[in-house]
């Protein structure tokens, strides 16, 4: 598709491309299966010397139009859907790295995604550094290691609200010959795109912003395909894989070695490809992902502007505010601060209890990113797995609330938070 079209232009038309008289919106194929006239053609395609689908548990049409989608927004060159967001994290760490390699992640991450890198990945004798990303490019650089695989942050911390410096870690990356790997979640490809700034690989939940009405859970891989995988750190690309016959992923698929492997290793032997049912209602998120994003920007500047002067406010964490320590960063690299803030009661979490469940508008829910405004508690919900030391470094103190804004009057949201305030 038109590789100069602007942002808004691809969300809506890229995907799905009707060939005439084929319907105009993208179908949901609710198939398992793919009919040949011969086996030959079958053949050829487990043998990957042909394209094509075979089975929905490697790929599918649907699924397979948000991928273009997705890789047409962030600037890749191919793109998985998975299940889950967690799940498109796990294989694209595992995609790179076996039993016995490490990587480095910043610790200021999504709860999730710190439980997935210290406990599972470990299990299977993956090791994560956590970092402060805070630290200097030399200090960075004392935790690498000979077996050092890949370094990973996210664009928007969930919910630290930092801001990554990609170009800091885009150099250390590049200098220490590893992906970069970024969670783009929060900001999405209309906010940023981290492929423009040094990334290699951006992952999603598209559980979030890209569905955007909390309807589907799922995730998505996107491949820079600019990462030099043959720079001989990386010989499970550059070697037979005996599972494909002696494939050489490298070899065979040049750019798209990443996200081809990650696809016919990973979603063929664990089977955790997304449904194309879920897929149809995250194409239908995504086609509006520019003008939501825009308004879910407003009305989270507006909602921190009035608590932030809130008497009965301790303090407010917003990367649009330039109270904020990453304000100036998030100029240079965001488009808008996309539409959660954090913020803490005066007199602590008992009070911040009260105003969680004296609001009437914004519901109490584990989730972010999509319409409709609502409120959580990391320390006692998604960070509750985590150590105190890792809460400390994920920047969840006890007393912090997470606003997800949504997509309401903002006049009514504010009115709901003052009425909430004000009866403590
Ligand atoms: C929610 C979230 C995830 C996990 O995604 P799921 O779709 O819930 O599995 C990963 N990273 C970030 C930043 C998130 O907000």
């Not at 490809?273 to 989270?300: I, K, Q, W």
């Amino acid at each position: 598709m038109q590789d100069n079209w602007a942002v808004e232009t691809k969300a809506i038309q890229c995907g799905w491309e009707p060939k005439n008289g084929e319907p105009r919106v993208l179908p949901i194929y609710q198939s398992t299966t793919y009919k040949y006239d011969s086996a030959k053609e079958v053949a050829m395609l487990f043998d990957l010397e042909a394209a094509g689908h075979m089975y929905s548990r490697i790929s599918n049409p649907t699924c397979e139009a948000l991928e273009n989608k997705i890789a047409a927004l962030e600037g890749g060159v191919g793109a998985l859907v998975t299940s889950s967001g967690q799940n498109a994290l796990t294989v694209a760490i595992m995609n790179i790295c076996s039993s016995g390699d490490h990587f480095i992640a910043v610790g200021a991450i999504y709860g999730g995604t710190v439980s997935l890198f210290t406990n599972t990945l470990k299990k299977m004798g993956v090791e994560v550094t956590l970092v402060d990303a805070s630290l200097s490019k030399e200090e960075l650089k004392g935790y690498f290691k000979p077996n050092t695989k890949a370094l990973f942050g996210e664009t928007i911390a969930n919910p630290a609200l930092d801001i990554l410096d990609f170009e800091k870690f885009s150099s250390l990356a590049k200098e220490m010959r590893v992906p970069f790997i970024v969670d783009n979640t929060f900001a999405t490809p209309y906010l940023c795109r981290p492929l423009e700034h040094g990334a290699d690989i951006v992952i999603h939940s598209a559980t979030k912003y890209l569905d955007g009405h909390a309807i589907s859970v799922g995730g998505v891989i996107v491949d820079g395909g600019k990462f030099d995988w043959s720079n001989g750190k990386f010989p499970e690309f550059t070697t037979p894989d005996k599972s494909y016959h002696g494939i050489v992923y490298t070899e065979k698929f040049g750019k798209l070695a990443y996200i081809v492997k990650a696809r016919f290793q990973w979603i063929r032997d664990i089977g955790s490809y997304l449904s194309p049912m879920n897929a149809f209602l995250t194409n239908l998120g995504t086609e509006t992902l520019h003008v939501r994003m825009d308004r879910h920007c407003e009305n989270a500047k507006k909602l921190a502007e009035f608590l932030e002067k809130h008497p009965r406010v301790g303090w407010v964490n917003y990367p649009g505010l330039s109270s904020h320590k990453h304000f100036q960063r998030a100029k240079k690299y965001l488009k808008g601060e996309s539409g959660v803030l954090t913020f803490g009661v005066k007199g602590g979490m008992a009070e911040g209890e009260k105003v969680m469940n004296a609001l009437k508008l914004a519901a109490i829910v584990v989730h972010v990113a999509d319409v409709r405004t609502g409120v959580l508690h990391p320390a006692s919900m998604t960070h509750r797995q985590l150590s105190k030391e890792e809460q400390a470094l994920a920047g969840v103190t006890p007393d912090l609330i997470r606003v997800t804004v949504g997509l309401e009057n903002i006049d009514d949201i504010i009115k709901d938070f003052d009425q909430a305030l004000r009866q403590i």
